[in-house]
């Protein structure tokens, strides 16, 4: 077996599993059982000129090898390019993009150090497996030092169509230096299929068979990929005794008879406030949910330093203040807005207790919270999702509620469907989606990206 090296910008956090999640463990999983490194961002900002080092950690056959960056990185390359730019053409918001030249330089510059510190550690016969949005030119980094590794890289996030993503400056240079790994992995087929057509019209490209395509001398596979969850993992932590009170605790509040929830980061892309002003629309017109019904949702700010995030969250807080003073009364509060990041099993448990889940993004690459609910469900009385068309998880999930996002009496329609519908269709549905996400659980996630990554030729590499 091939060691295993994963690359992020973040490490995620190996020692503290509960807090770190599916993706973590499921990475960290396969590390441990072949041995390799994690290598990725320390988290630290440093003072100019202060020496980038590598610090490792090594526990059994896993290091954990991390890098700090400088302030004008983390404002270039971090919050610039990756934050600025990337993630909202991506996610289809081309008026959010605000480039400098500087950011493009930025980007370049730290994939460059993390190739240059990661060069080093790499055996000749390591699976290097790249992660997300922030590394797109590693691979071509990498190769410029001499690496003839095997290379993979996922995309988390959306890939753009052509038209969208040429509002990338440099977006040839990026296609080109993707190209300078082996297999690109996508979350959908949408999305594959958004790369292999801007390859084939704007960069001479020539799709082959089984997600391989050609171009700049050299042929790759770029295929969907979509990410699952550990589904038995997160329905444990849903049983536990813990969960139970905590359940038991959210229908303490005998007054409410049905609980709506919805989990995100604070992010423009989750369709937070257009979520809000449907609920508002349920009130409004099913004035018998009055009292009996409350929505709870979890958003914890991430990236406040973006103009753009600080935007949403005032958004937010003036709609669930309006919504609040609207229907609100002495003795219920329809809508509760918590700001912080919640334990997983606490996580878990709250999905459990809620009858509708709300997974509503006006654009998102999979969406793990959507299988997070369905996995978290009792099977005898499950609760009903409702679900955005243009998360990546709508591919597959077939039976939950599909609503489309910028449509508010759509998700108000929705909302009221999923709280009055019958037990014997909420089995059904529910069934039915359980079934989906344990076929495409993360570990099959995972084990059918390495078979391909393995089968690449490492000489093919030039
Ligand atoms: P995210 O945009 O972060 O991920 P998502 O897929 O929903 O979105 O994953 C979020 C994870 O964080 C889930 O496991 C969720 O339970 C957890 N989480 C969210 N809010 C939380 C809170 N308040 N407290 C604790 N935990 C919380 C990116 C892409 C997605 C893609 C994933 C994985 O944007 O489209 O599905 O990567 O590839």
Redesign the pocket.
């Known amino acids: 077996m091939n060691r295993l090296v994963i690359v992020s910008n973040r490490v995620a956090d190996l020692e503290n599993q509960v807090?770190s999640?599916?993706?973590a463990v499921a990475l960290g999983e396969a590390i441990r059982s072949v041995g390799g490194i994690w290598f990725g961002w320390d988290g630290n900002v440093e003072e100019e000129g202060t020496p980038l080092t590598v610090t490792q950690t090594v526990q059994n056959n896993v290091t954990v090898a991390t890098i700090p960056m400088t302030g004008q990185d983390y404002d270039e390359y971090y919050l610039g390019f990756a934050n600025k730019v990337l993630w909202p053409v991506c996610?289809y918001r081309l008026d959010l993009v605000q480039f400098e030249p500087a950011y493009l330089e930025g980007y370049k510059r730290v994939n460059k150090t993390f190739a240059n510190a990661l060069a080093p550690l790499l055996k000749p016969d390591d699976l290097v497996w790249v992660h997300?949005y922030h590394l797109m030119s590693l691979a071509s980094e990498l190769r410029a030092l001499g690496a003839k590794q095997r290379l993979g890289f996922?995309l988390?996030?959306?890939f753009p169509p052509p038209e969208l993503l040429q509002a990338i400056p440099a977006h040839d240079w990026l296609i080109e230096a993707l190209f300078r790994f082996d297999v690109l992995g996508f979350?959908t087929s949408n999305d594959a299929s958004n790369f292999h057509r801007f390859v084939s019209e704007h960069a001479g490209g020539v799709t082959r068979t089984c997600g391989r395509i050609e171009a700049f001398g050299k042929t790759i596979v770029a295929k969907p990929f979509p990410?699952g969850?550990d589904v038995e993992e997160f329905a444990a932590a849903a049983q536990t005794a813990e969960a139970a009170s905590q359940i038991e605790r959210l229908n303490r509040r005998t007054i409410v008879r049905s609980h709506i929830i919805g989990?995100?980061?604070l992010?423009y892309?989750?369709g937070l406030p257009e979520r809000f002003k449907a609920f508002g629309k349920l009130l409004e017109t099913h004035p018998e949910h009055l009292k009996t019904v409350t929505f709870m949702q979890?958003?914890?700010p991430?990236r406040i330093e973006v103009e753009a995030y600080a935007n949403i969250r005032k958004e937010l807080e003036e709609l669930s203040g309006a919504i609040n003073g609207e229907f609100g009364d002495f003795d219920w509060t329809p809508l509760r807005y918590?700001h912080?990041?919640?334990?997983?099993n606490?996580?878990a448990a709250l999905f459990r207790g809620c009858e509708v889940g709300l997974?509503t993004?006006l654009r998102?690459?999979?969406?793990?919270?959507?299988?997070?609910y369905v996995a978290a469900q009792n099977e005898d009385d499950p609760g009903v999702l409702v679900l955005s068309k243009f998360?990546?998880?709508a591919e597959e999930l077939e039976e939950a509620l599909i609503v489309n996002p910028y449509n508010i009496d759509d998700m108000a329609n929705a909302m009221q469907i999923a709280l009055k519908m019958p037990l014997k269709e909420r089995k059904q549905r529910h069934s039915a989606l359980l079934a989906r996400i344990k076929k495409h659980d993360v570990r099959h996630w995972r084990k059918s990206f390495l078979e391909v990554l393995t089968a690449c030729k490492p000489e093919a590499v030039s």
């Open positions: 807090q999640g599916g993706l996610h997300d996922f988390h996030i959306p979350q990410i969850i989990v995100d980061r992010d892309t989750k979890i958003a914890p991430t918590i912080r990041t919640v334990p997983r606490t996580l997974v993004p998102d690459g999979m969406n793990l919270v959507s299988k997070e998360a990546g998880a």
